[in-house]
Every structure is written in C-alpha cells, then in structure tokens.
C-alpha cells in the first residue's frame, strides 16, 4: 500500500511564499512521475506540476510557471513544490500524486496514488 503524506499548507498573503512537501512511502523512482494537483471549492482538480521518475523532466502549468518549482530528495523518498509569488487565486487544496506512465501526463487520472491534500489560502 502506498502512502502519499503532504504537509506544508497554511494561510500566506498575497505575494507570499510556501513550501509544499510530499513523503512517499516507498521509493519516489519507483514511479513513472510524481505531480502537483489543486483544486478550488467548484471547480475540478487542475494540474500544477509534474516530475518524471527516469529522466527528472518537468512541466509546469502556465499558471505557476515561474512562480513554482518542483523537486525531489532521493534520500528522503521526498517531492516538493515551492510556491512564490503567491495569488488568491493559487487558494486550493493542493494533492500530491504518483504514477504516471512513459510520458509525463497532465490529467489526473494518469496518477494511482494520491494523498489525503493540504489547504492553501492566501488572503489578498
């Protein structure tokens, strides 16, 4: 059984930072990718960014992308997001997941694993 823990959420105010992490159970090259979810009261769970396991290839959706970046820690079995330059919009529950196949995916229902969420909230 996988296990996905993410923690690092809170309440930041506009233009504020944060750092997501996401502990796996298991080994994180053991997946063909890891990836970032959000998802806002109404609206469906949208892609954020995602980490192949083989070649460490990144995508970011062009909402984030400059403001966000993901990584991992080997050792630590570890994947993070950082998170600058914060809007209210950015204000999910934000799901860490793995999975994935050969090719990095955006949609997530490419990703079997999933954690329980964490709440971020920036108050403008």
Do not use: H
């Not at 105010?13 to 750092?19: A, F, H, K, M, T």
């Not at 992490?21 to 979810?37: D, E, K, P, Q, V």
């Not at 192949?52 to 992308?65: L, Q």
């Not at 999910?92 to 196949?101: F, K, R």
């Amino acid at each position: 059984q996988v296990q996905l823990v993410e923690s690092g959420g809170g309440l930041v105010q506009d233009g504020g930072s944060l750092r997501l992490s996401c502990a796996a159970s298991r080994s994180i090259f053991s997946f063909n990718a890891m990836g970032w979810f959000r998802q806002a009261p109404g609206n469906e769970r949208e892609f954020v960014a995602a980490i192949s396991g083989s070649s460490g290839t990144i995508y970011y959706a062009d909402s984030v992308k400059g403001r966000f970046t993901i990584s991992r820690d080997s050792a630590q079995n570890t994947m993070y997001l950082q998170m600058n330059n914060l809007k209210p919009e950015d204000t999910a529950v934000y799901y860490c997941a793995a999975g994935g196949d050969s090719i990095l995916r955006t949609g997530s229902r490419f990703y079997r694993y999933w954690g329980q969420g964490t709440q971020v909230t920036i108050s403008s």
